[in-house]
Structures are given as structure tokens and as C-alpha cells.
């Protein structure tokens, strides 16, 4: 194995990344649509698709796609592949890829099974209701996404573990080899990469005092086609890879950890890491114009959300109405401004607070929710509340997610997060790992807005080992029992609208992978009361019939960076990865 991997590493290093593409085929209708034609041409980007006859992968990094498409050429499944691409997305990929965060995969085997892994980071032992209010009950600015408190528990390396005892197939120091080899021998950032890494310059001198990580030597600001080079990570990885969990959980790498926690005020003890165990759950499912959904439950808030938003939207002709149309905007704008009432008071850690699963996907309740809609007019949110009777924002970089489908037909959704672009902007003193600052997305105070703009209550108030609330939806799609697609998002609270939108797009507006993820994107999220759109989404007209509606507007730049997998009618794979990012498909 090891010949294999430095093969294709040295291959890596050289940064000679090409997708592989089945020469001549072009883009074509999504076959699991129900109309022949796209109901309205997509407004957006033009990236084009990838195509694979036997597998696929699509992340936020050309390297990681590289990585995991070597893994799957090499023999390795699915849960191979999710494990070495992860991994090295904490490598290449550092302001979001981790290994000292958290996330969730849902995954389809090639008989029709399907699983879930819980991987949410916990808050600490010491961790307190409280902990983020002054004396008076104000929330301390930055205390819950800045520094050594943010920090939960991290889930990352136990998950991979568990994933890879369950369903790996290759020996796990290989899959863990390619990310160690990058991070020693380097890789050349991007110019995202770049402006990102300058943009936190300031934070990183003062959450690291007198520590150089990810600051040049001369400290100059990077630019793309610098190399960065992660000597301590390469040896924490190599740890990783010799110890499995304890090499992240115990040992050498669990002391720095512990140390840096310490020197910081942070809460993370050893106890907390012995603590810590990834949790398999139940998937959710639901179903859409024929397709079943399979997607995360709580702690997402994400996947419940999809599911009560598409059960609203089936009983609507969107079609009909096209793509980012006036009548299909608004109405998905208000199905929105409502779910998310319900996320702000329903939703949390299902171990800790009883969420009225039932209640909130029932056909009849979600109907009553929609009982004050005007198709005229914009209900604004101060008229809204969570539904009464259910138990008879940010930037983009934060999160990231990957799509892999391989030979035998396995699929791998998997979202993964620090939270905020570069966690916490905490660096492990010798460990050369961000920390995230995860435990913003509790509710630090009833009704205080966290980094998302996203309010909460008692179900997600901040509790010992308690897991906070997610927007993450990795999610699978199937159609006739058959594996149809796979999709995901980074995003924050766009997460959720965002997937809603690729599997509308798919659906009922008969795109493509690629169309679907090209097409501009919206979101409303009940506070504020705002719609958050990319510029383009909608023409003046329908942007203006809207404004008359009462819809108010804010280009808020991109939104989220869907990576999606398609099984076409032949059976072949359409890889699209999103063109906000730097994502890849690669297939083959
Ligand atoms: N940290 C973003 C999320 O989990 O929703």
C-alpha cells in the first residue's frame, strides 16, 4: 500500500490535479425529473459537470478529491475514502477541515442501508449555562466564538475511527499516510486560501502569542502559490496514524491539547476526551415527489428542517411556477420564515431535551403552519412564532462538506465544521491544529442572536456534555429504492435552504447536478427578517414584485458550496462541485 500512496502523493505535492472526465459527454437532462425540459433556463454560474462510470468524489479541495479518488482506485470503499479525505482536508483545506471539530455523516450502503454518525462536538464538563454572561446577564462579546472557551469537546478522529472499524476495507495507516506526507512536504495555497489566512492574521498573533503558526516566517501577507508547510501536524497525524483514537485522545497530542486549554482559561480536560464518543443514530427520513429523502436528525437541526419544508412545498406546483420565480420565491421564503420559528424554540441535543419529533414533521401540523400565508403578501416575522401546538448568519468558509459514491455503489454524505473560518483561531501549541469555537451554536442566552443570526431557548441552552445545535444536512436521495443523490453544504444556517434548493433544483426544475449547483441562492431564516440572496438570484422584476410583497433584500455575497453526486439513468455519476469554492469532482 505504501508505494501506492507515496505514488500518488509525490503526484499530489506536484499540485498536477486534473479531474478525470469521460471525454465528449456532455451535461444532459437530470433523468430523474419529471418533464423533459428545464423549466427555465438556470441563472448562474457555468461550471460544467464531471462524469464517472464507476465513482466519484467532490470536495472543497482539488487535493482531498484527489486524495479520496486514489483511495477508491486503489480498492478502498466509500468509508475508506471519507476517512483519507478528511483527513486531509485538515491539511489542505484549515479553515475548515479539522480534526479537532465536529459533523455528521449519513451514508447509503450498496444494499440500501443506511447509517448516520453523530460526530457534534460536546461542551466540556465544566461548561455552564451561563458561562457567556457577564454578572448583569449581557452576552460577553466574542467570548463564545473567540479563544480557548469556545472550544467543544471534538468529535473528528473517534468518528473516523468508528467509521473505519465499522465499514474500512483498507488498512487504516494508509488512509491516514497521504494527509501526514502533505502536511510535511507542504501544499501551495489558493487564492482564497491566501486572502483567508490573511484576513485572521491579526487574531492569529493574538489567540498564539509568539507562536508562527500559519503566519509566514517574515510575516508577510501569503499569496497564492506560497507553500505552507505543518510539521507539527504531520506528527500529530503520524500519531494518529500509529494510535488510532488515542493518538488524539490520549497521549502526547491529548497533553498539548489539555496544556493549550490551560494556558488559554479553556475548559477541555482529560476527562472530557475520555468522554468523548462519535454516536451512530436513526436516520430521518422523508419523502418528496416520489424520491426518499435520507438525512440527518438531531442535534441537526438541519435535516428535520429539509423534511418539514419539503412536506409544505410537495402540495405547490413549483415546476410550474420555475426556477427563482416570484410565485416560487415567495412561497419558499415563507416556508422558510416558519420552519426556522420552530428550529429557534424546538430544536437541540435529542439526549438532553425531548424534541416533539413527531409534532414537527406531522402532515396536519405543518399544514397549520401555513394557515396565516397570503400568496400576496409577506407575513413578517414578528407575526410569526414557533408553532404552539406541536407536542398534541455569517460567512460561508466555516463548515465544508464532501459527496462519495464508489465502485460498489456505497455513498458517503459528510459535513464537517469548526464552526466560524478557522475556529476558534486557537492553534494547539505542538500539535499545529485549529480548535474550533462550536460552542457559539448553543443558545448562549434565550433569543441572543449567535454568529449565524440564529436565536434559541431552553432546548439548546448550554449544558454539560450536551451537544449544541446544528444546521448541518448531509443527505442522500433515493428514487425506486435506487441510489438517486447525494448532497451537502457548508453555510452556517444557510445549510439547510441550501440543500432544500440543490433538491429542488433537481427535482422539480429537471437540472442537472451541475445546474442545480450553479443556480444563485436564497434564504430566510424567520430573524432577522430579512431575505439573504446572492447577487443575480432574481431579476429586477421578480426582485421588485417581491420588494412590493414586503420581502426585504441583502445581497450577502455567496451562499454555501453545494458538492453534489448524481446517478444518471445509465447508471454513470455526474459530479458537481460548487464554483464558489475551489471544490473538485474528480470520477472515474
Ligand atoms: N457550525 C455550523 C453548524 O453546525 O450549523
Known amino acids: ?75 478502498g470503499n466509500a468509508f475508506d475514502a471519507t476517512v483519507a479525505v478528511q483527513l486531509t482536508l485538515a491539511v489542505v483545506f484549515p479553515v475548515a477541515g479539522n480534526i479537532s471539530g465536529g459533523g455528521f455523516i449519513v451514508a447509503r450502503m450498496a444494499n440500501g442501508k443506511t447509517v448516520t454518525l453523530d460526530f457534534r462536538e460536546a461542551a466540556p464538563m465544566l461548561a455552564s449555562r451561563d458561562m457567556f454572561l457577564d454578572s448583569a ?29 465499522q465499514y474500512g476495507k483498507l488498512p487504516w495507516k494508509a488512509l491516514v499516510q497521504p494527509a501526514i506526507d502533505i502536511a510535511r512536504n507542504g501544499v501551495f495555497l489558493t487564492v482564497r486560501e491566501a486572502e483567508g489566512l490573511n484576513e485572521v492574521r491579526e487574531s492569529l498573533e493574538y489567540y498564539n502569542p509568539g507562536k508562527t503558526y500559519f503566519l509566514k516566517p517574515n510575516k508577510s501577507p501569503w499569496k497564492a502559490g506560497d507553500k505552507l508547510v505543518q510539521e507539527d501536524l504531520a506528527s500529530t497525524l503520524e500519531r494518529i496514524r500509529d494510535k488510532g483514537r488515542d493518538g488524539f485522545y490520549k497521549g502526547k497530542t491529548a497533553e498539548l491539547l489539555v496544556a493549550e486549554m490551560k494556558r488559554g482559561g479553556g475548559f477541555i480536560t482529560q476527562k472530557d476526551l475520555d468522554a468523548y464518543s462519535a454516536k451512530w443514530r436513526t436516520p430521518l427520513r422523508g419523502s418528496y415527489r416520489g424520491h426518499t429523502i435520507i438525512t440527518m436528525p438531531p442535534p441537526s437541526a438541519g435535516g428535520v428542517g429539509l423534511l418539514q419544508m419539503l412536506t409544505i412545498l410537495e402540495a405547490q406546483p413549483l415546476k410550474e411556477w420555475g426556477v427563482n420565480s416570484e410565485k416560487t420565491a415567495h412561497c419558499m421564503i415563507e416556508v422558510e420564515r416558519r420552519v426556522y420559528a420552530d428550529r429557534s424554540e424546538y430544536l437541540g441535543d435529542p439526549d438532553f431535551y425531548n424534541v416533539p419529533m413527531k409534532g414537527l414533521l406531522d402532515q396536519q401540523y405543518l399544514r397549520s403552519r401555513m394557515s396565516n400565508y397570503s400568496p400576496d403578501k409577506a407575513t413578517p416575522s414578528t407575526e410569526i412564532t414557533y408553532g404552539k401546538d406541536v407536542r398534541s448568519f455569517g460567512s460561508n468558509d466555516q463548515t465544508t462538506h464532501f459527496s462519495i459514491v464508489d465502485p460498489e455503489g456505497n455513498a458517503v454524505a459528510l459535513t464537517t465544521t469548526l464552526n466560524g473560518g478557522y475556529g476558534s483561531k486557537v492553534v494547539v501549541d505542538g500539535g499545529g491544529f485549529f480548535m474550533n469555537n462550536e460552542m457559539d451554536d ?31 444536512t448531509p443527505t442522500i436521495v433515493e428514487k425506486d429504492g435506487k441510489l438517486s443523490f447525494l448532497l451537502g453544504t457548508p453555510g452556517g444556517t444557510t445549510i439547510t435552504t441550501s440543500v432544500l434548493q440543490g433538491i429542488i433544483n433537481i427535482i422539480d426544475h429537471s437540472m442537472t447536478a451541475q445546474q442545480a449547483v450553479n443556480t444563485k441562492r436564497f434564504h430566510h431564516q424567520y430573524v432577522p427578517d430579512i431575505v439573504r440572496v446572492e447577487h443575480g438570484t432574481f431579476t429586477t422584476e421578480v426582485e421588485t414584485a417581491l420588494q412590493q410583497k414586503g420581502h426585504t433584500f441583502r445581497n450577502i455575497g455567496t451562499i454555501g458550496k453545494l458538492d453534489v453526486i448524481l446517478r444518471r439513468a445509465d447508471g454513470s455519476l455526474e459530479g458537481a462541485a460548487d464554483p464558489r469554492g475551489d471544490d473538485m469532482a474528480i470520477g472515474f
Open 442 to 472: 448553543f443558545s448562549v442566552k434565550p433569543g441572543a442572536p449567535n454568529m449565524f443570526g440564529a436565536i434559541g431557548g431552553e432546548a439548546n441552552a448550554i449544558q454539560a456534555r450536551k451537544r449544541m445545535l446544528s444546521s448541518m
Open 1 to 75: 500500500m505504501n508505494t501506492i500512496f507515496r505514488a500518488s502523493v509525490s503526484f499530489l505535492i506536484l499540485g498536477a490535479v486534473t479531474a478525470t472526465t469521460l471525454s465528449g459527454q456532455q451535461p444532459e437532462r437530470n433523468p430523474f425529473s419529471q418533464n423533459s425540459a428545464v423549466s427555465q433556463a438556470p441563472q448562474g454560474y457555468t461550471k460544467e459537470g464531471v462524469f464517472g462510470h464507476k465513482a466519484m468524489v467532490v470536495s472543497a479541495h482539488p487535493l482531498a478529491s484527489q486524495v479520496g479518488a486514489e483511495i477508491l482506485r486503489h480498492g
Open 137 to 165: 446577564g449581557n452576552v460577553i462579546p466574542r467570548l463564545s466564538t473567540f479563544g480557548h472557551k469556545a472550544s467543544g469537546v471534538p468529535g473528528t478522529v473517534d468518528a473516523m475511527v468508528k467509521l473505519h472499524k
